[in-house]
């Protein structure tokens, strides 16, 4: 089966390059410049102005780079991450990888390499995303199969029946109410706590 490969496009993109002015810095405007890409630098922190959605990628100095720089706790960056790496100290490399990094170039930046970390940081945070999302989902999906579990014992306990006939008259209702019969489960058990709450309440 051959599968299409579309060649990405960077022209519009806006970086933001979070390094000390350096030529380092330098050699990346010219590389923005040359594909179409606007480029802003900052230092020492994240621009307390700025919002992340006002950019597409974020190019880190993984060299003096620090927790408190970023608006948002380690890993959970909310756009592609590329590493500016020049020192290979094992504590500077494990708190790149803790920032979830998703591509790197080395440094000296010289007149290439930007193209090639910026297509593999693009796919590679979208990738994560997808993950991200797939967990999240999933995590639903177990929390409404225990608030399914938890509404049927809590017909059995209210109807005195089985475990059957609690589920029976879940499906039914779910029908009735044109709804999923995880909506009906979630319903009952926000009654049942609700109505703890209020007992509780009232015995006090």
Not at 59 to 86: K, N, S, V, Y
């Amino acid at each position: 089966m051959s599968s299409v490969h579309v060649t990405p496009n960077f022209d519009g993109w806006r970086m933001l390059i979070l390094h000390r002015p350096h030529r380092n810095v330098d050699a990346l405007f010219a590389q923005c410049a040359r594909i179409g890409a606007a480029a802003e630098q900052a230092w020492p922190t994240f621009p307390e102005a700025r919002s992340a959605e006002e950019f597409d990628v974020l190019l880190i100095d993984a060299d003096m780079g620090h927790d408190e720089q970023f608006p948002w706790r380690p890993g959970e960056a909310p756009l592609p991450l590329i590493a500016l790496i020049g020192s290979e100290a094992p504590g500077r490399i494990a708190w790149t990888i803790a920032q979830g990094a998703d591509a790197q170039l080395l440094k000296p930046i010289g007149s290439a390499g930007l193209y090639s970390a910026l297509m593999v940081a693009s796919y590679s945070f979208a990738r994560r995303r997808a993950l991200d999302r797939n967990v999240a989902a999933l995590k639903e999906r177990l929390a409404r199969r225990q608030e399914l579990a938890q509404a049927t014992a809590l017909l059995m306990l209210r109807k005195n029946c089985g475990a059957n006939e609690a589920y029976q008259h879940l499906r039914l209702t779910a029908m009735t109410r044109r709804c999923s019969i995880e909506d009906v489960a979630a319903a009952i058990v926000e009654e049942f706590a609700n109505h703890g709450l209020k007992n509780a309440d009232n015995g006090r």
